[in-house]
Structure formats: structure tokens, C-alpha cells
């Protein structure tokens, strides 16, 4: 009876996930044509919230359809592997105290980490096995971005493991008696730099890049095959916000208000930022995104890290 | 220095777009909303007539001859107050380009670009609008032009030099020194 429900409890996670994920589409566009004087997709239900029901629509009534100079089975798994990994990063991810399905898990960072490893791989795949030049460009470029944003973003993450002391998102939320964005400024900003880089969204957008590559990496996929690649971007997104307000923004502490409200408040408002970031800011050249990753972003991970743990050193000697 | 430097950019950047949350949307929900079209707007041609209600059109065949994609074609004829008048009047529009020769051509201000635009049919063949289509009750641009009462043609009902703006005709040899 548990196990099934159990079942039932994850299978109802998911299903919010991916109504969030496909809101968020929805959500994005408006906010765009706030920032940029224009309307956005208005027209189904009121404020147009429909669309995203119309879009899922659309792609699922597509055909599923696999080119025949793509390798087919590395093509049908693409996709699922980037979302698989997008919607299983957030069994670790606490809303409030105690509620979460492995909150409490020792490696749960670690799991994250791993996961988001395993999302480039979806990418990589997905632009190998589609057999176009476009898409290996793309994917190349993926994996170039991904591999060097990941270790600014472990290097941040290990500043805040070792002001907490665990690897458990629980264990670091309850360890937050300030935001860690005080005691870690630096490191939130290369958290935030090197996350927007990890999901691969505008400014830091090179896998896809529509104006230079067509569609980059998901260029020859249609239907429902891309509405994953679609969904696990956003999932994405939504991973890198929640584990933001998570890490950095204190969690669910907050006055008055039930804490997993102020989870989601936390976490829609940095989703705010990363649209607000793409309406305000171009691309940046390849070899500019490579240049900042290794050159700024990494030295200076490595600098946080070193004063965050010579300053704990003091603290614990004094 | 520079690492500062971007980093305002970026802010002012970043401001700049948030500004733009109370301006409002500056582009209109087209179906919904009416289009603001400037007054010299270039859409369909009509046929208008002039103020007495007669259809303005004489049938001169300019606009035919002016327009550079052929689209309009007309057959001339006479009425028994000796007026002309077009008996036939087509235009295919989907040839037509909207340049506005045909108006500018028109000496009687007859054909004129009014201010609709949006319209479709299925067939092409449905795009050929003939003359009733074309004619339309009102004077369009001009309400007060009437060609007859301008031009200096005998008409049944006036003699040369009675017109508007019109002095009799000289009698040339009383005229000379």
C-alpha cells in the first residue's frame, strides 16, 4: 500500500514538474513582452494561460519522426535521458522542512552534480545522433560550455558545503542562520554565471545559438521528441532557481509566511531573473563564453573556496 | 578597471529593460483593435461617385493605361444625357500592388485608394471585383469635387463656360487689337 502510494506521490510530482516546466514556457513569453513593449501570447484563457496547453498540444499531435541519416536509437534516447535527468535532480530538493522525497540523502548535492553531468550527455547525444552539421556544432559547443561551467559551479557549491558542513540539501538549508548570499556574494554570483551557462539559456545559449546554428543541437528534432529537450531545458531552469533560493537564499526560512511558500517566492523570483537576463543581454561570442569560464570564473572560484576555508580554518583556531 | 566598468553596463542594462514594465505594450491586438492608418493610407480601390450621387468615373481609360501590373480593364460607353460612363469596370487585385497610379492618373478623382486593406478569398478567381463591387455610394477623399461642374464640356443641362470657376468663352475675333 505504501509503495503504491508512493508511486502515485512521485508519479504526481512529475506531472507538477512538467506543468510547471510547460507554464514557465508560458510564463517566459509574457515576461519578454513585458520587458520589451509587446503583448506575448494573449489569446487562449485568460492572459493567454492556455497556450501552454496548446503548445503541448501541438507537439504531441506531431509525428515522431526519426531522419534517416540519424542513428535511431541514440536519437530516441536524447531526449529522454536530458529530461530523465532534469526531473530526477529534484527527488533531493527540499520545499520546507522535512518535505521532500530524499531531502536527507548524504550525497544529494553530489546527486545534483551528477545529474546535470548526465544532462550534458542527453545534449551530446542528442546533436551527435542527429547525423547534421548543425547539430554536432551545436553539441560540440554544449559539451565545451558544460564541461568548463561545471567546475566554477562545484568549486562555488563546495564554499557552501564547507560553511554547512553536509552534502544533504536539508542539512544545508537548516545550517542557513543568515542567507549564505551574505557570507558567500562571490560565490553566488558564479553560482548564478556558471548555472544560466549549465542550462544552456540566453545569454550563454551558444548549443543552440538559432541565429548562427538553426536550432543547434535539436535541430532535426520534431514533435514530442524536441517538447522533451523543451521540457528538460525549463526543468533545468527551474532546478538551478530552486537550488539557488535553496542554497544561497536561505530556503524556506523566511517571517510570517508558511516556508514553502517562501521556497517558491524565492524561487520564482530568481526564474524572474534569468528571463529578465534574456530580454536584457545579447550573446556573447564562443570564444568570449570560453574565455570567461576559464579564465575569470575558475581562478576565481578557486580564490572563494580558499578564503572561505582559510577563514573557517581561523574561525575554529580563534 | 574594465571588470568595473562592465559591470555597470551590465546594470544599466539590465535597468533599461525593467524600465520598460509600466510603458505598456507599444505594438495593438490587431483583430480587436482598429489599426491607426495614417490619412494617406493606400489600400483597396473604389469607385466613388460626386456629390449629385452620378458615378464620377468617365471611362477615359487612364487608370488602365497607367498601371504598371495591368490589373484594371474597362469598356466605355455613353449615356443618353451625354455623359460617359463606364459600362464595364474590373480590377484583378490579385495583381494589383497598391502603387496609387491609378488614383493619381484619374482626372475626375473617380478611383481612389481607400483605407481597406485586409481582405481574402479563397480563389483567385474571386479576386477579379467587378464594377459593382468597386462602386461605392459615398465621394471618398473629396466630398466636394464635381467633374462637370468644373471641366469645360458642354452637357446637356449646361453650356460652355457655366461651370464653377468658369468665365464664358472668349469670342477670339472681338478679342483682337
Known amino acids: ?318 | 578597471m574594465s571588470a568595473y566598468r562592465s559591470f555597470v553596463q551590465l546594470g544599466l542594462g539590465l535597468w533599461t529593460t525593467l524600465r520598460q514594465i509600466g510603458r505598456g505594450a507599444s505594438t495593438i491586438s490587431y483583430p480587436e483593435e482598429a489599426l491607426k492608418l495614417p490619412p494617406r493610407w493606400r489600400g483597396r480601390p473604389a469607385l466613388t461617385r460626386d456629390p449629385d450621387g452620378d458615378e464620377r468615373c468617365v471611362a477615359c481609360q487612364l487608370c488602365s493605361a497607367v498601371c504598371p501590373t495591368r490589373c484594371i480593364e474597362l469598356q466605355a460607353g455613353e449615356r443618353e444625357d451625354e455623359r460617359r460612363y463606364p459600362v464595364s469596370f474590373r480590377i484583378n487585385f490579385s495583381r494589383c500592388i497598391y502603387c496609387g497610379f491609378c488614383e493619381e492618373a484619374c482626372p475626375t478623382l473617380a478611383i481612389q485608394l481607400l483605407d481597406e486593406f485586409a481582405f481574402s478569398t479563397e480563389h483567385h478567381q474571386d479576386f477579379i471585383y467587378e464594377k459593382e463591387a468597386l462602386l461605392i455610394d459615398g465621394t471618398g477623399k473629396h466630398p466636394h469635387y464635381n467633374f462637370y461642374r468644373h471641366a469645360g464640356v458642354a452637357l446637356h443641362d449646361k453650356d460652355k463656360g457655366q461651370g464653377s470657376n468658369e468665365s464664358p468663352p472668349v469670342n477670339g475675333r472681338s478679342n483682337l487689337p
Not at chain 1, 292 to 314: D, E, H, I, M, R
Open chain 1, 1 to 318: 500500500m505504501t509503495l503504491f502510494l508512493m508511486a502515485l506521490g512521485m508519479l504526481l510530482t512529475t506531472v507538477v514538474l512538467l506543468g510547471i516546466a510547460g507554464f514557465l514556457v508560458f510564463a517566459e513569453r509574457r515576461v519578454l513582452g513585458l520587458l520589451q513593449n509587446r503583448h506575448g501570447p494573449n489569446r487562449l484563457g485568460p492572459f493567454g494561460i492556455g497556450q501552454a496547453l496548446a503548445d503541448a498540444l501541438k507537439l504531441m499531435s506531431k509525428e515522431n519522426f526519426v531522419p534517416a541519416f540519424a542513428d535511431s536509437v541514440l536519437y530516441r534516447a536524447a531526449p529522454v535521458l536530458v529530461a530523465f535527468s532534469a526531473l530526477a535532480s529534484f527527488a533531493v530538493v527540499p520545499l520546507d522542512r522535512g518535505f521532500s522525497w530524499a531531502g536527507n540523502w548524504d550525497i544529494g548535492l553530489l546527486f545534483i552534480l551528477a545529474m546535470s553531468s548526465l544532462n550534458a550527455y542527453g545534449v551530446f547525444l542528442g546533436g551527435w545522433a542527429s547525423g547534421s552539421k548543425f547539430a554536432l556544432l551545436g553539441a560540440v559547443r554544449a559539451v565545451a560550455q558544460l564541461v568548463s561551467y561545471e567546475l566554477p559551479l562545484g568549486l562555488a557549491l563546495l564554499a557552501v558545503v564547507l560553511l554547512s558542513g553536509s552534502l544533504s540539501l536539508n542539512g544545508i538549508v537548516q545550517a542557513q542562520w543568515v542567507p549564505y548570499i551574505v557570507l558567500q556574494p562571490v560565490g553566488f554570483v558564479i553560482f548564478l554565471i556558471a548555472g544560466v551557462a549549465e542550462t544552456h539559456r540566453l545569454p550563454f545559449d551558444l548549443p543552440e545559438a538559432e541565429s548562427e546554428l538553426v536550432a543547434g543541437f535539436n535541430t532535426e528534432y520534431g514533435g514530442m521528441r524536441f517538447g522533451y529537450f523543451f521540457l528538460g531545458e525549463y526543468l533545468g531552469l527551474t532546478l538551478i532557481a530552486v537550488l539557488t533560493a535553496a542554497l544561497y537564499l536561505g530556503g524556506w526560512h523566511g517571517p510570517w509566511l508558511p516556508g514553502w511558500i517562501w521556497m517558491l517566492i524565492k524561487t520564482f523570483a530568481v526564474i524572474f531573473g534569468f528571463f529578465w537576463l534574456r530580454a536584457s543581454l545579447p550573446r556573447p561570442r564562443y570564444d568570449q563564453l570560453m574565455l570567461l569560464g576559464w579564465k575569470v570564473l575558475l581562478p576565481l572560484s578557486l580564490f572563494n573556496l580558499l578564503c572561505t576555508a582559510s577563514t573557517a580554518a581561523l574561525w575554529r583556531l580563534g
